[in-house]
């Protein structure tokens, strides 16, 4: 029994499309946390400005401890008042980019 090459590229084509959603949308670990910083900025401030420099979906939570994410990464910003603490997780411990780093010490800098 032989396989007509269309047939062979269409069963490849599954298979590579099953390997990429199993990729996706497989949990790759347990959130890990990446970095844990202090700042005295603003709530509201901080929030945009992490929003828009790290690319997060909306804020959700009591203005006390509130939480954003995308794909991969989670931010936590709790508020007592005097400061706020900055917690980013990422998905299976994995580092920051660069980018993000930047983004996150840019937001961390009282103007």
């Given at each position: ?50 929003a828009t420099g790290l690319g997060l979906g909306a804020w959700q939570g009591p203005p006390i ?47």
């Amino acid at each position: 029994m032989t396989l007509r090459p269309s047939v062979l590229f269409v069963l490849l084509g599954v298979i590579l499309a099953v390997l990429v959603v199993v990729a996706v949308f497989l949990p790759r670990g347990p959130e890990k946390l990446a970095l844990r910083e202090s700042t005295k900025v603003a709530g509201p401030e901080l929030r945009t400005c992490l929003a828009t420099g790290l690319g997060l979906g909306a804020w959700q939570g009591p203005p006390i401890a509130m939480r954003a994410s995308k794909f991969g990464l989670r931010v936590a910003v709790s508020d007592n008042g005097k400061g706020r603490q900055v917690g980013l997780f990422t998905a299976g411990g994995q580092a920051l980019t660069s980018g993000q780093t930047a983004a996150v010490r840019a937001c961390l800098d009282p103007k």
